[in-house]
């Protein structure tokens, strides 16, 4: 059964505040996502990864930076946590396929800054 | 005009319905196409692809209009377990996704 993985559920920071926000996949993808969810807006893409030490900017990056030290690892960071950053966090994976192929989501982390 | 537009609903339609949603899309050059599902509270998970020939999955169909720029999901005889947001996918280039907003549908009894 194919997973990704995230390392909170939930998490509570307080503004100003470091987080780290660490993705899992065991498919041996490729290509590695972080999306933010909110009501209203859908998903917007705020970076992403199509190999290892390779990322590139979404959508919505202010505010954000990433890792990808290794091939199943993504994580994602907030320098300095921000009320706005008030969200659900979403990691996907996918393989390579020219044409785009099936993202496989997490179960994401709904993070709040207080 | 957004890249990837839905009708955000929702859509209450009784069980035994049939019921469809587009989705448009801005990017004239867009190559590939995805319904996702995504129940209260979960991850999206895909539902199924969009081939420039159309696409049917047991009640679900789905079918790309180039012309128009719109892609199409139809659910014949819904149920219950239908209950979920849908989201249209439009990929950028070769593996970036542009996810539209999402329809939500309530089938119920």
Redesign the interface.
Known sequence: DVKVTQSSRYLVKRTGEKVFLECVQDMDHE?M?W?RQDP??????IY?S?DVKMKEK?DIPEGYSVSREKKERFSLILESASTNQTSMY?CAS?S????????F????TRLTVL | RKEVEQD?GPFNVPEGATVAFNCTYSNSAS??F?W?RQDCR?????LMSVYSSGNEDGRFTAQLNRASQYISLLIRDSKLSDSATY?C?V?RG?????????TSLIVHP
């Not at chain 1, 209203?40 to 893409?45: E, I, M």
């Not at chain 1, 390579?96 to 993202?103: A, C, K, P």
């Not at chain 1, 989501?105 to 994401?108: I, Q």
């Open positions: 290509n996502f999306y209203g807006l859908g998903l917007r893409l992403f199509y979404g979403l996918s390579g396929q020219v044409g785009g192929s099936e993202q989501f997490g179960p994401g | 955000p190559q590939s995805f996702y979960k991850e999206p998970k895909l989201l996918v990929m070769s593996y970036i996704p542009t996810f539209g907003r999402g």
